[in-house]
Nanobody, 126 residues
């Protein structure tokens, strides 16, 4: 089992940046595709970004391409989400997730997630 703990959320003005971090508890983290999801009240979770277990390949939802960057440091068991040029539409609770041994083409579906973090709130004001 992998426990995930997010940090780095907060409030920022539009155009600003935040960096989210996710610490994994288990060595098996290193063999997992890691993802970030976000959720606003009343809606399901939206897959935002994914990174393969070796960090070689990344995937993004269209709405964040060019603004967000996912990365990982397997030695530290950390996954990061650098978010730049934030807008009010990025306001959500962000969740770190472990998707299992590979990033499938449908990595952005909640059903692909094996383990979830508890989430961290990001609020962007205009």
């Amino acid at each position: 089992q992998v426990q995930l703990t997010e940090s780095g959320g907060g409030s920022v003005q539009a155009g600003g940046s935040l960096r989210l971090s996710c610490l994994a508890s288990a060595y098996s983290y290193r063999t997992n595709c890691m993802t970030w999801f976000r959720q606003v009240p009343g809606k399901g979770r939206e897959g935002v970004a994914a990174i393969t277990e070796d960090g070689a390949v990344t995937y993004y939802v269209d709405s964040v391409k060019g603004r967000f960057a996912i990365s990982r440091d397997n030695a530290k068991m950390m996954t990061y989400l650098q978010m730049n040029n934030l807008g009010p539409e990025d306001t959500a609770t962000y969740f770190c997730a472990a998707n299992g041994y590979r990033c499938f083409t449908d990595w952005y579906l909640e059903g692909r997630v094996s383990y979830w973090g508890r989430g961290t709130q990001v609020t962007v004001s205009s």
